[in-house]
C-alpha cells in the first residue's frame, strides 16, 4: 500500500526554512551539517594533572618517583605559550589545553609538590589522559545527516560545533474533517442519538506531536455539498487531509465520490486489508494526500498510526526517525481469520524477562479501550492467530 | 537516592492551572476524570442492518427466512419514537439508535427486501450487534486517574466524555546554569583553549520535550561571586536549578560551598555512584532542588536521564508516565570494574529476535557519541560487567 502512494508521491519536495538552535528540538534536517572546525580545536586534558613528556616516567614507582619541574599551569578558557623540555611539567586541570611538547597527563592522584618539583609516582603511556586535535570530530566530518529528527543529543552536538542554525523541513500542513450528521462539538450537551467529534481531538494531538501542522479543522454533516465544499478548502491548504467517518459501507458512503470530484488521480485505493481500520481510503488530489479513515475512535488511530504516518515519515519528509516500538512476549491468545492484518490495543507490563503485551478487551470503538492502551500489536494475515509467549512488536500510540 | 530526595521533597504539591483541551497534550492530569455521562448514551447498532426482535429469527436460514415488516427506520444523529412489537423492523445505520423493543440487529448483508418486508436469512442471537447504555464508559466511572500523563487517546477519551477543558498540573520550573571559564556561547568564535556551552542546550531541549518549562538560562566563569550571585537568582524562579561543570575534583570545585551558602539544608548527596556522571550532587535549598551536573555533554546527560527526571517524575508530579525503554540483546561485552553502575551509550539494531544493542564507542564527553546513540544501557554495580547476547533494558535518549 505504501508502495502505491511512494509512486504517487514520489519526489515530493518539502521546503526548508531556516531555525535557531532553540527551536530546533524535533524537526527534520533538510541538509547534512559538516563541521566546520575540529573538536576538541586543541589538545584537551582529560583529568587535573601534569602534562609531561611520557618516556621521563618510564619505571617510575611510589618508592622510585620521577622528578620533574613545575614550570607554570594553563588556565580553563585559557591559551599557552608554555613548552615543556626534558624534566619540565606544566600543571593542567580538566578540559585544559596540554602544551606544547607534553605528551601524556598524570592524573593529580598519582603526584606529590616537592618545592619547585612534582614526584611522579606512576608511569604514563604515550597520549594518556589526552584528546588530540579532532579526535571526536574532524572538520569537513558530515557530523548530522539530511532527514536526521533532532533529538535532544543532536542539539547538543550541533551546539558544541557552533551551529546556531540549521536549516530544516518545514512542517507537514495536515488538515482534519471529521463527518457525520451525528456528531456535535465536545462542549456541547448531547441529544438522544448524538455523540461527540472525537476524532478531531486525537488527530490532532497525534499530528502535532509526529511534528506536523494542523492547518484546518472542522466538522460537517452528511450532506454531499457540505463535505464537498469543506474538503476542497481543506485540500487547498493542506498536504495531508484526513477525513474520518463517513467511510463504512452505509447509505452515507459519499466519501470517494466527493474526493474524485475534486480532481486527479482521485481515489488509490479504497479498503485496506486491516482490522479495525479497514475502510481507510487512500487518495490524491492534485498535490495533496487525502486519507479516508474509519469513523469510530481507536480504528481512527490505528489506521492514522498504521498507514498515514509512516507515508508522512517516508514519502513526504523521509525521516530516520525510528518508531518507537518495543519487543513483548504476547500476555494471551488470539485466533483471528486470515486475509487481514489484525492489530489489537494492548497494555504494556514489564517483567523481569521483558514486556508482556496485555489485550484489553472491548471493541475497536470504544473509548474506555483507547485510554487504557500503551500500543497496539499487528498480526499479520499470514499468520492464522496468536499464542500465548509468541514475541510480537507493540508500537507505542 | 531517590530515597534521599523522596524524603527531603516528600508532601511537594505542585500547584493546577485549567487548560482547554487542545493544550493538553502531555500535560499531567492534577484531578481524576470521572464521566459525567454515560457512553454510549444510548442503544447504538454497530453494523448497518436491520434492529429485530431476536426470538423472531430462530432457525431461520436463506432457504427458510423469517420474514420482518419493516416499520421505519432511525437516522444518524437523531432520536426516534420507533418501537418494536413482534415481527416488526427498522432499519438502523451503524451508531444509529436501535428502537425500543429491539434487542439484535441483523447485518444488511443476511437480509433480503421483499416489499414490505425484510427477508432475514441468519439468526441473531440476543444483543447481538448491539452496545448498550454505559457499556463503554459508565456514569461516574474514574476514566482517567490524577496524575496520567496526557497522550492522544486520552484527549480523544476526553473529547468523547464532553470534557472540554481540564485541570493540570503546572509545569515545572527548571533553571539552567553553566559554568566554567572555558565556555563560550554558540555563535562565538573560539579562541584556544575555549570550548562551546553545550549543556545549556542539551539540557534545555530534554527538559522541554519532558514537559517542564525553562525558566532561567544563564553562563558564568569560576568565579564564587559570580556562580553564587547566577546561582541564587536561578533558585527564586525555579523549582529545580541544574548547574553543569564546576563539580569536578579540580582547583574549581566550589559548588558544593555555593549551595550551601544559599539556604538550608544544602547539599545531600554528593559524588553519585555512576559514571559516567559521578560527580553529580544533589541538593536542596529552601523550596527548590539543586543538581549538580558534570560538565561532559555526554555525562551531563545521563546524570540528567538517571537522576534529576525520576526525581520529577516521581516525587514532584507523581506521574504515571512510562519510561520509553527497551529489552535488547547486548551486541558487545563489557568489563566493567565494580562499585558503580555503569552507563554505556548504544545504538539500537532491529534484528527478527528483536533489538541489538551496540556500543557508541569514544569518551564520555565526547560529542560524536552523543550525536550516534539512540540510548543507554546501565550496567549495575552488584554486575562486574556484560556479555555478549547478555538482556539489557535501553532507555532512549
Redesign the interface.
Known amino acids: 500500500m505504501l508502495n502505491i502512494l511512494q509512486t504517487a508521491f514520489g519526489g515530493w519536495q518539502q521546503s526548508s526554512v531556516s531555525v535557531s ?2 527551536d530546533a ?2 524537526r527534520v534536517l533538510s541538509e547534512d551539517i559538516i563541521a566546520q ?1 575540529n ?4 589538545r584537551r586534558s ?1 583529568v ?1 594533572g601534569y602534562a609531561l613528556i611520557a618516556q621521563n616516567t618510564i619505571g617510575c614507582s611510589e618508592s622510585l618517583p620521577a622528578f620533574l619541574s613545575l614550570i607554570g599551569e ?7 605559550d608554555l613548552a615543556l623540555n626534558d624534566y619540565e611539567t606544566v600543571y593542567v ?5 596540554v602544551p606544547e611538547g607534553a605528551n601524556g597527563v598524570v592524573m593529580i592522584e598519582y603526584t606529590e609538590p616537592m618545592g619547585d618539583e612534582i614526584a611522579v609516582n606512576s608511569p604514563v603511556s604515550n597520549l594518556q589522559n589526552i ?1 588530540g586535535i579532532g579526535d ?2 574532524k572538520e569537513n566530518e558530515i ?2 545527516s539530511k532527514n536526521t529528527v533532532l ?14 542554525e540549521v536549516k530544516v523541513l518545514t512542517k507537514i500542513k495536515v488538515g482534519i474533517l471529521s463527518t ?5 462539538a ?17 488527530l ?3 499530528i ?2 509526529f511534528g506536523c501542522e494542523v492547518v484546518y479543522q472542522n466538522r460537517v ?2 450532506l454531499f455539498d457540505d463535505i464537498q465544499k469543506a474538503l476542497k478548502k481543506a485540500i487547498s491548504l493542506s498536504d495531508v487531509v484526513l477525513i474520518s467517518g463517513g467511510s ?5 458512503d459519499m466519501t470517494p465520490d466527493i474526493i474524485n470530484s475534486l480532481g486527479k488521480p482521485g481515489v488509490l485505493v479504497h479498503g485496506i486489508a486491516i482490522k479495525p481500520g479497514k475502510p481507510t481510503i487512500v487518495a490524491k488530489v492534485d498535490h495533496t494526500a487525502v486519507f479516508g479513515l474509519p ?1 469510530h ?2 480504528s481512527c ?1 490505528v489506521s492514522y498510526k498504521t498507514v498515514v504516518e509512516p507515508f508522512i515519515q517516508k514519502t513526504l519528509m523521509n525521516s530516520k526517525n ?1 518508531t ?1 516500538r ?2 513483548a512476549k504476547s500476555g494471551f491468545q488470539a485466533h483471528v481469520s486470515a486475509g487481514r492484518d489484525v492489530f489489537y490495543m494492548v497494555t ?1 507490563e514489564e517483567s523481569e ?3 508482556i503485551a496485555n489485550p484489553v478487551h ?2 475497536s ?4 479501550v ?2 487504557k ?2 500500543g497496539y500489536i499487528e498480526i499479520p494475515m499470514e499468520k492464522e492467530g496468536l499464542q500465548k509467549e509468541d ?1 510480537v512488536f507493540v508500537t ?2
Open positions: 538552535l532553540k528540538l524535533g572546525e573538536v576538541p580545536a586543541f582529560t587535573d594553563t588556565e580553563m578558557g585559557k591559551g599557552t586541570p580538566t578540559g585544559g589545553i584528546v571526536d570530530v557530523i548530522l533529538k535532544s543529543q543532536h542539539i547538543g552536538a550541533l551546539a558544541a560545533l557552533g551551529v546556531s457525520g450528521d451525528e456528531l456535535v465536545v462542549d456541547t450537551p448531547l441529544k438522544l442519538g448524538q455523540i461527540r467529534d472525537v476524532n478531531t481531538h486525537s490532532a494531538a497525534m502535532k506531536s454533516g452528511d463504512s459501507v452505509g447509505t452515507h469513523g475512535p481507536a488511530i525510528k518507537k518495543v519487543l504494556l524477562n521483558g514486556y472491548g471493541k470503538g470504544m473509548i474506555s483507547l485510554s492502551a500503551d514475541q507505542f500510540i
